[in-house]
Nanobody
Framework: QVQLVESGGGLVQAGGSLRLSCAAS????????MGWFRQAPGKEREFVAG????????YYADSVKGRFTVSRDNAKNTVSLQMNSLTPEDTAVYYC???????????????????WGQGTQVTVSS
């Protein structure tokens, strides 16, 4: 089992920045690839960013590429999402997720992930 707890959400004006963090506990964190997803009201949960078990590979949805940066610290069992140049379209509940994998593969589908956090709300005002 892996427990994931997100933090760092809040209210920010358009053009601003937020940094989300996800703390993991349980089994060996470095054996898991990590992802960030988001879900806006009335919409499907969508992939935002992912990072391989080692941190050597990261990948992004087109909608956030160039604005968001995912990183991880395996020594601290954390994964972060730095979000810059936020727009109202980024408003959603953001979730971190884990999939047991030591491959450098991209995991962009929510059904590929084994564990989920409870989510943190990000609201961007215009």
């Amino acid at each position: 089992q892996v427990q994931l707890v997100e933090s760092g959400g809040g209210l920010v004006q358009a053009g601003g920045s937020l940094r989300l963090s996800c703390a993991a506990s349980g089994r060996t964190f470095s054996s898991y690839a990590m992802g960030w997803f988001r879900q806006a009201p009335g919409k499907e949960r969508e992939f935002v960013a992912g990072i391989s078990w080692s941190g050597g590979s990261s990948y992004y949805a087109d909608s956030v590429k160039g604005r968001f940066t995912v990183s991880r610290d395996n020594a601290k069992n954390t994964v972060s999402l730095q979000m810059n140049s936020l727009t109202p379209e980024d408003t959603a509940v953001y979730y971190c997720a884990a999939v047991g994998s030591e491959l450098d593969s991209d995991y962009v589908f929510k059904d590929e992930y084994d564990y989920w956090g409870q989510g943190t709300q990000v609201t961007v005002s215009s």
